[in-house]
């Protein structure tokens, strides 16, 4: 059974720095892409960043609010994706989901809240 486990969430001051890790567990094979959403309170689920496997170099896409200011990262070897998260702002408040794509499947972790506040 595949499992996602998301660390790194908490509570940090405009412009502070917060780093994300998701870790994948289980029978993870062919991974095609990995990526982060979020989801704030009465909002939808949005696609935060996302990088996909190329044959000779990886694809990464960023939401407009955030290109700049967050980069994503991954390792296959221990199905890790990290979001590093810099110059936040209240609107980055969110609970914030890893994404996995892979041999056809879909796994999602559970999230981690990420509070931006004074």
């Known amino acids: 059974q595949v499992q996602l486990a998301e660390s790194g969430g908490g509570l940090v001051q405009p412009g502070g720095s917060l780093r994300l890790s998701c870790e994948g567990s289980g029978s993870i094979n062919n991974i095609y892409a990995m990526a982060w959403y979020r989801q704030a309170p009465g909002n939808q689920r949005e696609l935060v960043a996302r990088?996909?496997?190329?044959?000779?170099?990886?694809?990464?896409y960023y939401a407009g609010s955030v290109k700049g200011r967050f980069t994503i990262s991954k390792d296959d070897v221990k199905n890790t994706v990290v979001l590093q998260m810099n110059s936040l702002k209240p609107e980055d408040t969110a609970v914030y989901l890893c994404?996995?794509?892979?041999?056809?499947?879909?796994?999602w972790g559970q999230g981690t809240q990420v509070t931006v506040s004074s």
């Open positions: 994404n996995i794509v892979a041999s056809g499947s879909v796994y």
């Open positions: 990088i996909i496997d190329g044959i000779t170099r990886n694809s990464t």
